[in-house]
């Protein structure tokens, strides 16, 4: 994926009347290298997007929800603790002596 530098566009209220001033094909002459820069960004931030998917679902690989072996995982993510039970009694098995 390239890197490739995206030139800043600012127009000042001067050219877009300077512009208006020299008619109409100026105008559209304007308005469609806005529509060029518009389409450029468009296709690197749907681009960018693919690729935020594909790292994000590289990330969230571990051996339990991939071929990876356990040796691959991170140890610094949480482990998935064990699920408490909802009943907040629990038993316990006591020893009588008789």
Do not use: C, H, W
């Not at 590289?58 to 039970?85: A, E, H, I, M, V």
């Amino acid at each position: 994926m390239g890197q490739e530098k995206i030139q800043k566009v600012t127009i000042t209220s001067e050219q877009t009347r300077e512009a208006y001033d020299q008619g109409p094909d100026a105008v559209e002459a304007l308005v469609f290298s806005l529509v060029d820069t518009i389409d450029v960004l468009i296709d690197k931030v749907e681009d960018q997007s693919i690729r935020i998917i594909k790292l994000e679902d590289q990330f969230n690989k571990n051996s339990r929800n991939s071929s990876k072996p356990p040796s691959t995982d991170s140890p610094f993510k949480n482990k998935d603790k064990k699920k408490k039970t909802q009943n907040p009694v629990q038993k316990r098995s006591v020893k009588v002596r008789l």
